[in-house]
């Protein structure tokens, strides 16, 4: 039920959707929600391979923007679901401007957060005439030094998660990087038996430190997991497909846009240095630090600043 207390706009359906095919192996889902003649605005969801919500729908005024989501590659509504084959960062901007060149767009604002926001900073340096500006949240760049932290340096903050999720594999291989090599030999495999246990325990790690304060645990999604699962291991192994620190190193292609990070104080999956960092080498954006946030887009802290961030856009065409 619509919560009247919550910053987000209240609950919106597509007024289109279908299916793109992309190469031979993969399809994406899309869907565009809002005024048809409206602002255009990309939404880019996190993970890699976390997909959709219709909550990712309601942080865009429906009378104002006209809102293109997607199912990237390997993704939620996507074909074939957890499909690592032809799938990178560069693949997933290319299938961003088939988007755009679908939907006859111009220019349009991007928003993304987590490896939603990593997604955005590389298509904006690709395509930077194709961008109003940005919106992200929980800033991740895809280092070798924040994929660490992932595995291992938060155990500092929650040991029980880490015992968990270690406790599967083989002491010899749980130091460094060896423990994401173990992680992606099983849930790579083609064995059921090996894969799904992996894939739940990749999603489990994550998804039970989302939010700064403790939530009802969900009903199990294998969808979610596998997506997860797969894809997160895979683009972490690879770092992302990018350069040493290339989005920061490119910043420069971007840094005349109009920007807003939000970052949550708390958020133990993106740590705020990432968006420290960012925002040093980008000096013209506007940083949000939420005080009482972890890293999940639905506290209301977080929602409330990206909500305000899409407001101030739709007043002013930049933020201040």
């Known amino acids: 039920m619509f919560d009247p207390t919550s910053p987000l706009f209240p609950p919106v359906q597509p007024t289109r959707q279908g299916m793109l095919a992309v190469d031979d192996l993969h399809t994406i889902y899309w869907e565009?929600?809002?005024?048809?003649?409206?602002?255009?605005?990309?939404?880019?969801?996190?993970?890699?391979?976390?997909?959709?919500?219709?909550?990712?729908?309601?942080f865009f005024d429906p009378k104002h923007y006209r809102v293109v989501l997607f199912d990237q590659r390997g993704a939620?509504?996507?074909?074939?679901?957890?499909?690592?084959?032809?799938?990178?960062?560069?693949?997933?901007?290319?299938?961003?401007?088939?988007?755009?060149?679908?939907?006859?767009?111009?220019?349009?604002?991007?928003?993304?957060?987590?490896?939603?926001?990593?997604?955005?900073?590389?298509?904006?340096?690709?395509?930077?005439?194709?961008?109003?500006?940005?919106?992200?949240?929980?800033?991740?760049?895809?280092?070798?030094?924040?994929?660490?932290?992932?595995?291992?340096?938060?155990?500092?903050?929650?040991?029980?998660?880490y015992?968990?999720?270690?406790?599967?594999?083989?002491?010899?291989?749980r130091a460094g990087p060896a423990l994401l090599q173990a992680y992606v030999e099983r849930i790579m495999s083609a064995d059921p038996a090996v894969h799904w246990p992996a894939v739940r325990a990749w999603s489990r790690f994550e998804g039970r430190r989302v939010f700064l304060l403790p939530q009802a645990e969900e009903q199990p999604c294998?969808?979610?997991?596998?997506?997860?699962?797969?894809?997160?291991?895979?683009?972490m192994a690879n770092l992302g497909f990018f350069d040493d620190d290339q989005l920061i190193r490119d910043i420069g292609r971007i840094a005349h846009l109009p920007a807003v990070i939000v970052q949550g104080r708390y958020d133990v999956i993106c740590p705020p240095l990432s968006a420290h960092r960012l925002h040093q080498a980008w000096p013209g954006a506007?940083?949000?630090?939420?005080?009482?946030?972890?890293?999940?887009?639905?506290?209301?802290?977080?929602?409330?600043?990206?909500?305000g961030a899409t407001e101030q856009f739709k007043r002013m065409g930049h933020f201040e």
């Open 32 to 58: 565009e929600v809002g005024n048809p003649a409206g602002v255009p605005v990309l939404f880019l969801h996190g993970g890699p391979g976390a997909g959709l919500s219709p909550q990712h729908r309601r």
């Open 76 to 161: 939620g509504k996507s074909t074939p679901l957890g499909e690592c084959r032809n799938n990178n960062t560069q693949l997933l901007v290319e299938d961003i401007e088939r988007l755009r060149v679908l939907f006859g767009i111009e220019q349009w604002l991007v928003f993304g957060g987590s490896w939603g926001s990593t997604l955005a900073l590389a298509y904006g340096q690709a395509h930077p005439a194709r961008c109003l500006g940005f919106v992200l949240r929980g800033i991740f760049l895809c280092t070798q030094a924040e994929i660490d932290w992932f595995l291992h340096g938060v155990q500092w903050f929650y040991p029980e998660l």
């Open 163 to 173: 015992d968990e999720f270690v406790a599967p594999i083989p002491p010899e291989q």
């Open 222 to 235: 294998d969808a979610l997991d596998l997506g997860v699962g797969r894809l997160e291991s895979h683009y």
């Open 286 to 307: 506007l940083l949000t630090m939420v005080p009482d946030a972890g890293h999940g887009a639905m506290e209301k802290g977080i929602s409330r600043a990206l909500v």
